[in-house]
């Protein structure tokens, strides 16, 4: 295997001239497979190019603002950074009072895309070895590679309705180089990155049962895949395709739904939470997301789950989520104390997407069964199970249900995405905390679609950039 220079490693996608922008120019690729593990770990799988993502979870459902009763000489507002965000604004990256915050999850996700197309170019030239490691190398950068396409997608793609109005409707660049190309970038169709991913995730699965199996939480595997593949066929409305993934995924998986008696162990105060080792329903994690705390604090003036998010747990006094996941001023899914673990992926989440495939289809009895199944561990009371008497009851108590299991999970901003849910924002006054302006986002508007990052938008001139419009009502 030649050395082939390095500079590939570390380049971000930018745009225009500089879409692949060199960072090192020193370095070699490494000349055996094995190397390969920490090159993927390093570069792909905890790459940390600063915060990554957690813009979209203020932008939900599920943030609202606070104003805390006392203001003090002391007292920060915390809320200036991510104002725009929070309220839908024209453009997100520009605070206030005027500064700049580049959304770095762009170049973050085509960087780490990057590295899976070389990597993927560079193992796939090695013999087949006796161990299965380039299988199970050549499946994890697919795997990966098609979880950051549907990371972008969600972000700044349009939504998708069906497969007629994706292939004209706004989708991301697709990038399939191995190396640097003085060019400007264009975006593909939606569907077209669509099936991007779902080749990906489809040639990751074979690889997978082919190559080496890795026993261990940090490494993409074939459930890894075969979630992907659920919420992708979830947006296509491809549901006999999910009902049977899941069928074969919870029939054979070693992963277990956290016990009601694990859930009671975590709160604010104790030493773990949702996020650790002894979890048994954790399949993944990737990625350094730094702690939840500099956003929800509960002291400064700040953002926190919303009322609307805790009445829902309210409905049911013994759900032990209500100390497990949250409290009223902050998620403690991501505390730093307690986990080091970025982005999570839980076994629950399979039954979750099969309750939603049960129930489109018109089965949702079995719906409501799936749902209940992770009831049964998290709600401390003989009569946990909830009920439908028809689909569109059984749609509601999934969608609330599902809520209240992944809130703060990377989920909520997707869902509301793909099912057109409208949000109303309040963003008060310190002074006078009962005076605030509202923001709306309407379940079709255009900015479900995030604007580019702004060095993109200065730089790139040939790729299409969305129209956003002003989200305030009085």
Avoid at 113 to 127: A, K, R, Y
Avoid at 131 to 144: A, F, I, P
Avoid at 163 to 185: C, F, H, Q, R, S
Avoid at 400 to 428: A, I, L
Wanted: charged content about 30%; overall charge negative; some cysteine.
């Amino acid at each position: 295997m030649k050395y082939i220079p390095i500079l590939l490693l570390l380049l971000g996608m930018l745009s225009c001239d500089d879409f692949l922008e060199y960072k090192d120019k020193d370095k070699l690729i490494p000349n055996e497979l094995t190397h390969y593990d920490e090159l993927i770990y390093g570069e792909i799988l905890t790459k940390n190019l600063g915060v990554v993502g957690k813009n979209i979870e203020l932008m939900t459902d599920d943030a609202t603002d606070f104003i805390p009763s006392t203001i003090y000489e002391t007292t920060s507002d915390k809320r200036k950074k991510y104002r725009s965000w929070y309220i839908w604004a024209k453009e997100t990256q520009v605070d206030e009072e005027g500064f700049e915050t580049i959304d770095n999850a762009w170049e973050y996700f085509y960087h780490a895309i990057l590295m899976c197309n070389v990597v993927e170019h560079e193992v796939g030239m090695f013999e087949d070895d006796i161990d299965g490691v380039k299988y199970r190398l050549l499946g994890e950068v697919q795997c990966m590679r098609a979880i950051f396409y549907w990371y972008l997608a969600g972000m700044y793609g349009a939504p998708y309705r069906d497969p007629e109005v994706a292939k004209t409707a706004m989708g991301v660049p697709i990038n399939k180089e191995i190396g640097i190309k003085d060019k400007l970038y264009e975006r593909s169709t939606l569907q077209e990155v669509y099936e991007l991913m779902k080749t990906d995730l489809l040639a990751s699965i074979d690889n997978f049962q082919k190559g080496e199996k890795k026993n261990t939480i940090f490494r993409p595997t074939e459930e890894v895949a075969k979630l992907f593949l659920t919420r992708i066929y979830l947006a296509e409305r491809n549901y006999e395709e999910v009902i049977a993934i899941c069928n074969d995924v919870l029939g054979n998986t070693a992963a277990s739904i956290t016990s009601l008696d694990l859930i009671k162990t975590y709160s604010e105060w104790g030493s773990v939470n949702l996020y650790n080792k002894s979890n048994p329903g954790i399949l993944f994690t990737w990625m350094d997301r730094y702690s939840w705390d500099d956003f929800f604090p509960g002291y400064d003036i700040c953002y926190r789950p919303s009322d609307d998010l805790m009445r829902l747990f309210n409905e049911n006094s013994n759900d032990v989520r209500k100390t497990g996941y949250l409290t009223s001023s902050k998620p403690i899914k991501h505390m730093y104390d307690k986990t080091a673990y970025g982005l999570c992926y839980r076994v629950e989440e399979f039954y979750f997407n099969r309750a939603e495939a049960y129930i489109e289809t018109g089965e949702y009895e079995l719906g409501m069964n799936d749902i209940n199944q992770v009831r049964l561990n998290r709600i401390d009371d003989a009569d946990y199970k909830l009920n439908a008497n028809n689909i569109e009851e059984a749609r509601t108590q999934f969608r609330n249900e599902k809520r209240r299991e992944f809130c703060f999970e990377d989920m909520r901003w997707y869902d509301m995405k793909r099912w057109g849910v409208r949000v109303v924002h309040q963003y008060h006054e310190i002074q006078n905390s009962t005076a605030y302006t509202e923001y709306v986002l309407e379940a079709d508007s255009p900015n479900y679609i995030l604007p580019l990052p702004l060095d993109v938008q200065r730089r790139n001139t040939k790729i299409e950039k969305p129209e956003r419009v002003d989200t305030q009502i009085k």
